[in-house]
């Protein structure tokens, strides 16, 4: 949007919703001082916080604004990394992180295009008894766990998925802070299952785990309230908690979450079909 007229209104909203000019400006395309000259000239105030400078030049692609849009790949993404991605931060860096097992590395290059970023996904191999990275070398007989990882840099992003809930050390204090709205619920809950859930089409049964039982209580009451379906609550013996359902509720539920979606981890999908057509 350089060298156009902005749009006053436009500009006032934004920074209404993101308290910041550089936020603004990202989405905008344009420089923080144009987007405070803005507000300037029709009357509103900037605060202290409202100013910052331009995040040095990137290294690789990264569409922030895509953030801001409220979609069903945005909500599925959303209900993915409160289950099993990660957040950090420290002096310099704020860091949104999804590392999966690499057979299920298809979602984090989907994750990757989503957010327009051509940084590439980087392929670990991790020892079962240690955390350091390997790189796919190992001693003899050392058992490996094959994983697919994405971090992204992003204070702006970082502070857009703290506001609905997704926060650093958020194991067992989990929970969503804003209402998903009922049109996208389905993909919420789906990408929370694709996470952290798990399908059996020989049980014919499925669920959702979390350490956080206020979250599963937030899916459950979601859950109830687009498809009827009370899902049972229970622990597994680590401790962790699930909320599951089985025989047709569990044939109804992922044919809900499943059925014309076109974004999901193929693994699951696959899962779905088979204990969908074996019913």
């Not at 916080?49 to 069903?72: F, M, Q």
């Not at 996208?184 to 299952?193: E, P, Q, S, V």
């Not at 047709?248 to 693994?267: H, I």
């Amino acid at each position: 949007m350089n060298g156009k007229k902005l749009d006053p209104q436009i500009v006032c909203d934004l920074y209404q919703k993101l308290q910041r000019c550089d936020y603004v400006a990202r989405v905008l395309e344009c420089h923080p001082r144009t987007v405070g000259r803005v507000l300037k000239q029709h009357g509103v105030e900037v605060s202290r916080h409202g100013w910052h400078t331009c995040p040095p030049k990137r290294k690789y692609s990264l569409n922030e604004s895509r953030i801001l849009v409220h979609d069903a790949e945005f909500f599925y993404f959303l209900g993915f990394l409160m289950c099993d991605g990660y957040v950090t931060r420290n002096r310099n860096s704020h860091v949104i992180g999804l590392s999966v097992a690499e057979q299920d590395a298809d979602i984090v290059e989907k994750f990757a295009k989503f957010l327009g970023t051509n940084k590439p996904v980087l392929h670990d191999a991790y020892p079962a008894s240690k955390s350091s990275v390997l790189n796919k070398r190992s001693p003899v007989g050392q058992r490996l766990y094959y994983m697919a990882r994405l971090d992204i840099y992003s204070q702006f992003i970082y502070e857009h998925l703290g506001s609905w809930g997704m926060v650093q050390n958020k194991t067992h204090i989990l929970e969503l802070r804003k209402d998903i709205p009922e049109g996208y619920m389905r993909d919420f809950i789906r990408g929370c299952l694709d996470a952290d859930g798990n399908i059996s089409d020989k049980q014919k049964r499925c669920y959702i785990c979390s350490s956080s039982k206020r979250f599963l209580d937030q899916l459950s009451a979601m859950i109830l309230s687009q498809t009827g379906i009370k899902m049972i609550d229970t622990t597994n013996g680590a401790g962790c908690c699930l909320i599951k359902a089985h025989g047709l509720k569990c044939v109804n539920l992922l044919c809900w979450l499943y059925g014309r979606s076109d974004l999901f981890l193929n693994r699951k999908m696959r899962l779905a079909e088979k204990l969908y057509y074996s019913s």
